[in-house]
C-alpha cells in the first residue's frame, strides 16, 4: 500500500491447518504464512518479503539510505518479529479459546512482557517520530501484531506517551485504514484469522 502496489490477496484458514495442506506446502514447504508469488518467484517470510519489495520497487523507500539509520531500522523490524510477537502470542492464543478454558497466568505473562517491550520502544522513541527517523519497515513490522491487540479490547498506556503518540501517527496514516481493517472484500482479517472477538478495553 505504501509503494502504491497492486497485488491479489488469498486468505488461508490458519486455525483449521489450510497452511498445511498440500496445496499451500508447494509453495511454503515448511507450511508458514506468508508467501508471496512475484512472476513466478517464490519469496517466503515476511522480513524477506518487504525487503525484496523494497529491492525491486524503490520508490517511497522504506528503508533509510544512511546505513545506520538502515541498520536501526532493520533491527526494530527484527524486535518486533523476534521478540515482541512471541510475547503477544500467549495472549493472543489463550484469547481464541473459550473463555472457561483460557490460561488465565498465560495471558497475565503476556501482558507483564508486552510492559516490558512497551517500557523498551517508550526509551528508543524519546525524540524521534519513527524508529529509525523515518517511516520504514522497522515501524511497519509492529503495526500487525499491535493492530491485532488493540482488536482484542488492548490499549496502551498513558505510562508510554512516546509509543502511544507513534501508535496514533501509525493509524492516522491511509495504508492502515485500508489495510488494517479489511481485505478488499470487506472482511475483517483478524477475525478471517480466528484470533479472538471483541473483549472488554485493557490498558497495559
Do not use: C
Given at each position: 500500500?505504501?509503494?502504491?502496489?497492486?497485488?491479489?490477496?488469498?486468505?488461508?484458514?490458519?486455525?483449521?491447518?489450510?497452511?498445511?495442506?498440500?496445496?499451500?506446502?508447494?509453495?511454503?514447504?515448511?507450511?508458514?504464512?506468508?508467501?508471496?508469488?512475484?512472476?513466478?518467484?517464490?519469496?517466503?517470510?515476511?522480513?524477506?518479503?518487504?525487503?525484496?519489495?523494497?529491492?525491486?520497487?524503490?520508490?517511497?523507500?522504506?528503508?533509510?539510505?544512511?546505513?545506520?539509520?538502515?541498520?536501526?531500522?532493520?533491527?526494530?523490524?527484527?524486535?518486533?518479529?523476534?521478540?515482541?510477537?512471541?510475547?503477544?502470542?500467549?495472549?493472543?492464543?489463550?484469547?481464541?479459546?473459550?473463555?472457561?478454558?483460557?490460561?488465565?497466568?498465560?495471558?497475565?505473562?503476556?501482558?507483564?512482557?508486552?510492559?516490558?517491550?512497551?517500557?523498551?520502544?517508550?526509551?528508543?522513541?524519546?525524540?524521534?517520530?519513527?524508529?529509525?527517523?523515518?517511516?520504514?519497515?522497522?515501524?511497519?513490522?509492529?503495526?500487525?501484531?499491535?493492530?491485532?491487540?488493540?482488536?482484542a479490547g488492548y490499549s496502551i498506556a498513558d505510562g508510554f506517551p512516546n509509543l502511544k503518540a507513534w501508535w496514533a501517527r501509525m493509524k492516522a496514516r491511509p495504508s492502515?485504514?485500508?489495510?488494517?481493517?479489511?481485505?478488499?472484500?470487506?472482511?475483517?482479517?483478524?477475525?478471517?484469522?480466528?484470533?479472538?472477538?471483541?473483549?472488554?478495553?485493557?490498558?497495559?
Open positions: 500500500m505504501e509503494k502504491g502496489l497492486q497485488w491479489e490477496t488469498t486468505w488461508l484458514d490458519l486455525p483449521s491447518g489450510e497452511h498445511k495442506r498440500p496445496e499451500y506446502l508447494a509453495i511454503n514447504p515448511v507450511g508458514k504464512v506468508p508467501a508471496l508469488i512475484d512472476d513466478g518467484v517464490i519469496v517466503h517470510d515476511s522480513t524477506i518479503i518487504n525487503e525484496y519489495l523494497e529491492d525491486k520497487f524503490p520508490q517511497n523507500n522504506l528503508l533509510p539510505a544512511d546505513p545506520v539509520a538502515r541498520a536501526r531500522a532493520r533491527k526494530f523490524e527484527d524486535y518486533a518479529d523476534a521478540y515482541l510477537m512471541p510475547s503477544l502470542f500467549k495472549i493472543f492464543w489463550e484469547l481464541r479459546k473459550p473463555e472457561n478454558e483460557r490460561d488465565r497466568a498465560k495471558i497475565a505473562e503476556g501482558e507483564r512482557e508486552a510492559q516490558q517491550h512497551y517500557a523498551y520502544l517508550e526509551r528508543e522513541l524519546d525524540g524521534r517520530d519513527y524508529f529509525a527517523d523515518q517511516f520504514s519497515l522497522g515501524d511497519i513490522s509492529f503495526i500487525p501484531p499491535l493492530a491485532n491487540l488493540e482488536r492502515f485504514d485500508r489495510t488494517g481493517r479489511t481485505d478488499i472484500s470487506g472482511v475483517d482479517r483478524p477475525l478471517r484469522f480466528g484470533l479472538f472477538p471483541p473483549l472488554k478495553l485493557v490498558t497495559i
